[in-house]
């Protein structure tokens, strides 16, 4: 090895000295360089690559919810207004849909997320998809009546409203469960679908939150393990709407026209209730396989097909992203 050669390698080798001419000292040194530039403890405990991490947002959600749909209760039933309670249940709806907004508009900003990335876009509030949903809704609970009706397990009465109170109650009925529809769809498949997809993925978070969706139902008086099982398979297709729509606005509708025509227009038992101002003095009879007994048609066997054909023309209706990239692949250039 030549001279020049040997003074080149320890030239290179020698720590205190930069192949540029400058000393390494004027550098800044490795573990001070990387403490000045590592993340705290508490910032990876709570923040990750897209931000908050999901768990802490679920976390916050739920019990922020929890504690302001409690005050909303109890502020709804004060005073009893009126004799049914029809106004305080109502007032109860109103609030627990405000306490499932607020914390979410609070995570969107901490998240400095678009509050359309929960799904229920502003732009789209009572648009065209809501009223395909309110469409949808109403033709599956009467392709259901009618199914029971056709064995001969529903005997529709006679119309006891009549003039203005059955406008009343109409219109009454169909702005309380418009608030039902906003309220526990966007609780269970606004934010919290939203943040647990980012954890486990969107049909994983689906299945536990609509599993949550029926299990809910069980409270009901009336209600049955068949009904929460429906209820689950109900929420698990509005998640689908969800999917290919890109919205809840849907769920929302098909949510409320289902429940009105249960409660109002069928005058039947909706998840295991009965309430005052129905249209008609219905009546169930018959194995409650068919007319779903104490539950109400939600608890029905034929529901399980209702909604397995309502799913399956969704399907058809609104097709995947990637169904829709096929077909337009094959179909011919214009």
């Known amino acids: 090895m030549s001279e ?7 030239g290179m080798s020698d720590p205190g000295i930069d192949t540029k001419g400058e000393s390494a000292s004027a550098r800044p040194s490795g573990p001070a360089f990387a403490a000045a530039t590592a993340p705290s403890y508490i910032d990876t405990l709570f923040w990750g690559p ?12 739920g019990i922020a919810f929890l504690m302001l749909q409690q005050f909303a209760v109890q502020l709804a039933w004060i005073r009893d207004l009126g004799d049914s309670g029809l106004w305080s ?13 607020i914390p979410a508009v609070i995570l969107a900003r901490v998240e400095r997320r678009s509050w359309s990335a929960y799904g229920l876009p502003l732009k789209q509030a009572f648009g065209g998809l809501f009223w395909s949903g309110m469409l949808w809704g109403f033709v599956a609970i009467s392709l259901l009546v009618s199914a029971i009706y056709a064995g001969r397990g529903f005997a529709p009465g006679h ?18 469960f418009v608030f039902v529809g906003l309220f526990e769809d966007f609780w269970l498949r606004g934010y919290s679908q939203f943040t647990l997809t980012r954890a486990i993925g969107f049909w994983p978070a689906a299945v536990i939150l609509s599993c949550a969706f029926g299990l809910m139902h069980l409270r009901n008086k009336g209600e049955h393990w068949t009904g929460a099982l429906i209820a689950a398979l109900i929420g698990l297709f509005f998640c689908l709407t969800l999917r290919r729509t890109g919205s809840l606005w849907f769920a929302v509708g098909f949510h409320a026209a289902w429940d009105w025509g249960e409660t109002f227009f069928y005058s039947v038992p909706d998840s295991g209730m009965v309430s005052p101002g129905h249209l008609l003095s219905s009546s169930l009879h018959g194995p409650a396989w068919l007319t779903g007994g104490s539950v109400g048609p939600e608890g029905s066997l034929l529901c399980f097909a209702v909604i397995t054909l309502v799913w399956a023309a969704f399907e058809r209706i609104y097709p ?3 169904q829709t990239s096929s077909s337009s692949r094959t179909s011919p250039s214009q």
């Not at 007032?91 to 907004?101: P, R």
């Open 320 to 322: 995947g992203a990637s």
């Open 159 to 176: 119309v006891i409203l009549h003039g203005v109170r059955l406008l009343r109650f109409a219109a009454f009925w169909a702005a309380y």
């Open 50 to 61: 897209d931000g908050l991490r999901p768990g802490w947002g679920f976390a916050f959600y």
């Open 4 to 10: 020049a050669t040997k003074a080149k390698f320890h």
């Open 89 to 101: 249940r109502l007032l109860e709806e109103i609030g627990n849909v405000v306490a499932a907004i």
